[in-house]
């Protein structure tokens, strides 16, 4: 696995999980459903993510 699969497949299973949470639990937990993706979308203009600072902190290669 890549950075980068890594980060889309993170991003996919916390958008999946709160916006489960927002329909099952409580519809706040739909913000951060908004929180990921501001953050992809910020990551498309300055090229930089800190889940990916982190994946690769952990060895996951390039």
């Known amino acids: 696995m890549t950075v980068n699969d890594g980060l889309r497949g993170i991003a996919g299973f916390f958008v999946v999980v709160s916006v489960a949470l927002g329909y099952l639990v409580h519809p706040g937990f739909l ?7 501001l953050n992809l979308l910020q990551s498309a203009f ?9 994946l690769r902190a952990l060895g996951v290669r390039e």
């Open 31 to 37: 913000a951060f459903t908004a929180f990921v993706g």
């Open 46 to 54: 300055t090229k930089w993510c800190p889940m990916m600072w982190v």
